[in-house]
């Protein structure tokens, strides 16, 4: 299914195989210390909260995934680097 448009394939750019490796790569790159638990992985965001509040803003949502993913690496670093 991947492959069913030829504008995804057309000039050597094989969206289609590019697609089934990233899937692959995040299902081992999800976690580092365990076999893999699935063969692919597809990340996802909900924008339920959009849907549901006509009055919320998709750059204000947005900013708030970035920030808290930033602190969830600062504090998954810090850990690691021993600074908590």
Do not use: W
Not at 35 to 51: E, F, N, R, S
């Amino acid at each position: 299914m991947n492959g069913i448009f030829d504008s995804q394939i057309t000039g050597g750019k094989r969206y289609d195989l590019a697609i089934i490796g990233r899937r692959s790569a995040n299902a081992t790159f999800i976690d580092s210390h365990t076999p893999d638990a699935a063969t692919q992985l597809i990340y996802g965001i909900d924008p339920t909260p959009l849907v549901e509040d006509e009055t919320s803003d998709i750059l204000d949502f947005m900013n708030d995934l970035i920030e808290r993913f930033k602190t969830n690496v600062r504090l998954k670093m810090s850990r690691q680097l021993g600074q908590l």
